[in-house]
């Protein structure tokens, strides 16, 4: 190979034309995914101070924003439920007039091509805050299962396209699989949250969602930060259990997963760009420290680079008059 000064690697870089010919990775809306969080009530549209710019909604002004977000090009939209009430067995959650299997009955009518993602889990709607049912101070992982089942089930029967288990218990995949196959549902697919983190940046989103643990923390059962290849045995065995695609969260502290999970599977990886993420380069933009619209989109390259193929990202909204 040639080197200086046959070889000048600045020639492709001199104009925004010649740039954007041999670009690598490029950002397509119809690969986002937006959270969204519903609650009780009508007209309700409360900004959230840790999510600037997100919001808790009701099931009607939900759908008027996903209906408008839909028009603008989202694909996709992920939904978190804040029940009404709390308790230890997070009955909420698989309610079958539960507050996300409202919203996905309303959305299935106002917004047919919308694809609904719903997120499954105990956490939102345990009086504990944890992801699965406590028994002696502990979180009983195979009594969860059938709890777990039962809320994807629920979303499945409201209208869900895709359920996405992200309580990190052992073997939910199977018995989530199970549940859905056992009723007709062997067409939805299951996306499993197989990397999750016991990360510091879910704080955001615990506020949104009342969710912290009312005692001790999630790192039982969610992922120690410093490992990956406990991470791929996570995803190897998710996929043996049936799970459809992969997920990888948070993001950015963990491209090197995403990387290593892209290069193990071929199965479809996504990646949670999580609340904390966010909320960090927004609050550096407001404080004028940086641009936001460029640090995002550097952000979200790089996930894409990283080799995710969807991602869950709050920017999603933006990203549509962006692109
Ligand atoms: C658990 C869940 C969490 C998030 C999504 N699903 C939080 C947690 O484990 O505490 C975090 C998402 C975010 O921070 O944006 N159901």
Known sequence: MATFPVTRLRRF??????????RET???????????FVSPGAGVDEPLAGLPGIARLSVD????????????????????????????????????????QQAVRALRGAT???????????????SHGHCGLVEDGEVANDLSLELLARTALSHAEAGADVVCPSDM?????????????????????????????????YGPFREVADSAPAFG???????DPPNVREALRECELDLEEGADALMIKPALPY??????????????????????????????????????????????TSIKRAGADVIISYWTRELAAWL
């Open 217 to 223: 923390d999630r790192r039982s059962y969610q992922l």
């Open 255 to 300: 491209l090197d997963v995403i990387a290593a999970a892209r290069a193990s599977f071929d199965a479809p990886v996504f990646a949670y760009n999580v609340s904390g993420e966010y909320a960090m380069v927004k609050a550096a933009a407001q404080a004028g420290w940086l641009d936001e619209r460029q640090a995002a989109l550097e952000a979200l």
């Open 26 to 36: 490029r950002l397509d809306l119809g690969d986002f995914v937006y959270p969204m």
């Open 13 to 22: 870089r001199r104009t925004g034309a010649l740039r954007s010919l041999v």
């Open 169 to 201: 218990m052992d073997g939910r995949i199977g018995a989530v699989r199970g549940a859905l196959d056992g009723e007709g549902f062997d067409q939805v697919p299951i996306v499993a949250y197989s990397a999750k983190y016991a990360s510091a940046f």
């Open 61 to 100: 002004t939900l759908v008027e924003e996903a209906s408008r977000l839909h028009g603008l090009g989202v694909n996709a939209v992920l939904l978190f439920g804040i029940p009404e009430e709390k308790d230890d067995v997070g009955s909420g959650a698989y309610d079958e007039d539960g507050i996300v």
């Open 112 to 126: 047919p091509s919308l694809v609904l993602l719903t997120d499954v889990c105990l956490c939102e709607y345990t």
